[in-house]
């Protein structure tokens, strides 16, 4: 368990560098969001609850849904720039949505971030993560902070 870290802001553009191709989109936080509140170490894959508020998504799509968290610095920026990511486990049919405010909330740390051989071992991983994120999210201490405030009407 750590935090919970609450974190909204916008989603903003990343790399697109496949992830959606590869089957894990993730929607990263506008950095303004968290910068001041991160200390500079945190990094890290996390699981939590997260929320999109765009009205123009249908309402099931607006609900809190459970998210796996990738907290890290990113090498494209000579690790300058630390990136806030989750990949939302819900299946928002194709639809993107950069500029809608996303709530985060990080509930627990689940494995530090690592390097891997290959696009395979990454993918191989970030599923690992996924499914147990899943599983984690319904133990009764995780799934009460779903009722978060951050969430207001939406938990
Ligand atoms: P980027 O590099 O711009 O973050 P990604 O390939 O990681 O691009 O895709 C992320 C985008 O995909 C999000 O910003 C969002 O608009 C959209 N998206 C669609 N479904 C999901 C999902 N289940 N989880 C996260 N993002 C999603
Ligand atoms: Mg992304």
Redesign the pocket.
């Known amino acids: 368990r750590v935090g919970p870290y609450r974190f909204a802001g916008k ?10 191709q590869l089957g894990w ?4 936080l506008d950095p303004a969001a968290f910068e001041k509140q991160l200390d500079a170490s945190t990094e890290g894959v996390y699981i939590g609850w997260a929320s999109i508020a765009d009205p123009t998504l249908p309402e099931e799509a607006r609900a809190v849904h459970k998210a796996i968290l990738s907290i890290g610095w990113n090498p494209q920026f000579e690790n300058k720039e630390r990136t806030v ?8 049919q ?5 500029d809608a405010q996303m709530n985060l909330l990080v509930c627990a740390f689940i494995r530090p971030q690592a390097k891997f051989e290959s696009f395979q071992h990454l993918i191989d991983a970030i599923t690992a993560d996924v499914e147990f994120g899943r599983n984690a999210l319904d133990t009764p201490e995780l799934v009460e902070l779903r009722a978060d405030g951050l969430f207001g009407a939406a938990a």
């Open positions: 989603v903003v553009k990343g790399f697109q560098r496949g992830s959606k989109p993730t929607a990263n990511e989750a990949y939302i486990t819900h299946d928002f194709g639809r993107d949505f950069y």
